[in-house]
Each structure stands twice: as structure tokens, then as C-alpha cells.
């Protein structure tokens, strides 16, 4: 790739990544609740999800299953329900939750990693994105080399990304030692959460 090309492409890829979405709230409510390290490594979930639909890309099924109807409506009913159902789990645990208890970190971290890992692989905008996205950079004469420093970029943007978000959450936390405050922190991400997963409902595929 030429470093022309990779000048355009990184702010606006870290501009994709910035974007404020449901695995962009997991890290800061991880941050939040159980500290930096712990959102960062639950974001290897995350990772693995965007590499195997970069993968995907690449190998020309993220197109496919981009054109297909039936296969977006699919991936969009079952990721809003997912969505929908974490909002309602983060609602109901922050009425338990204060901030030294979530700090201590009640909850495995295999569990946050597979939260990570489908509230990803579950939202069909991703694939999108990648299948619009990555191809306009892609040099055809070095494709998969070029596929593979993009797919690579864009994955070290993101933890990047991740650790912005989990270390405003922890601030949050250190703003937040009320226990009032703190729950009402948790159940605005359970809201939120909730609104993502109904908006996802809404989504069209582009034509």
C-alpha cells in the first residue's frame, strides 16, 4: 500500500471506530464497573469477531451475504435480541451493583469476552461496513496483502478505541462513588443498550 493511501485511511477508519455503538458502550461499562484491564481484555472477544468478518471480506463472503435480504434480516432480528436482552440483564444487575463490588469483578471474564465477541458478530452493519469500507483502499495488484494491513490497521485503531472508552468509563467510575449515582451510570448503559438493539430493528440494508 502506498502511504498515501494510508494517510486517507486511517482517521477516517479510527472515525468508524470512535463511533459510539453497543461494543463502544461494553467498554465503557466495563471501564466502569470492573476497570481498564478488564475492558481491554474482554475486547479480545470484539477482535475476533471483526477479524473473521474482515476475513470473510476478503475472501468475497462478506458480499454476499451483504446482497442477501434474507440473510441481513436474519442477522438483524437475532443481534437486536441479543441487544435487547443484554440491556435488560445490564438493568437488572444495577440495582445489586455497587462500585467496589463491580471492581473486585463479580463476573468471569470469559463471559464479558463472549459478550464482546456476539454483540459484534451479531450486528449485521459491521459486515457492511467492511465489505463498503475496506475494498475502496484495497490495491488489486497486492490484494490480499494489502486486505491484510488494512484488516490489521483497522484492528489496532480499534483497540485503541476500546482503551479511550474503558478508561473514560473508569473515570466515570472514580466520579461516581455514590452508590445512587453509580446505579443510575448502569442503567442508563442498560437503556442505551436496549435502544441499540431496537434501532437495529429498524435498519435497512442498502440498496
Known amino acids: 500500500m502506498t502511504v498515501s493511501a494510508l494517510l486517507l485511511f486511517v482517521p477516517a477508519c479510527f472515525a468508524l471506530n470512535m463511533a459510539f455503538g453497543p461494543n463502544n458502550l461494553l467498554s465503557l461499562t466495563y471501564g466502569l464497573q470492573a476497570g481498564v484491564r478488564t475492558a481491554v481484555a474482554a475486547s479480545s472477544g470484539r477482535l475476533v469477531a471483526f477479524a473473521l468478518m474482515i476475513a470473510l471480506t476478503a475472501l468475497g463472503v462478506g458480499a454476499v451475504l451483504a446482497a442477501s435480504e434474507m440473510a441481513f434480516t436474519i442477522l438483524k432480528w437475532v443481534g437486536a435480541a441479543y441487544l435487547i436482552w443484554l440491556g ?120
Open 88 to 207: 435488560i440483564r445490564i438493568l437488572k444487575g444495577s440495582t445489586a451493583i455497587d462500585a467496589p463490588a463491580a471492581e473486585n469483578g463479580r463476573r468471569p471474564l470469559k463471559a464479558l469476552v463472549l459478550q464482546e465477541f456476539w454483540t459484534a458478530i451479531g450486528n449485521p452493519k459491521a459486515i457492511l461496513i467492511f465489505t463498503a469500507f475496506l475494498p475502496q483502499f484495497v490495491e488489486p495488484g497486492a490484494y490480499w496483502l494489502s486486505f491484510a494491513i488494512l484488516g490489521m490497521v483497522f484492528l489496532m485503531l480499534e483497540v485503541v478505541a476500546v482503551l479511550l472508552y474503558a478508561v473514560l468509563g473508569h473515570r466515570l467510575n472514580r466520579l461516581s462513588r455514590n452508590r445512587t449515582v453509580f446505579g443510575w451510570l448502569n442503567r442508563l448503559s442498560g437503556a442505551t443498550m436496549i435502544g441499540f438493539g431496537v434501532a437495529l430493528l429498524f435498519t435497512r440494508k442498502a440498496a
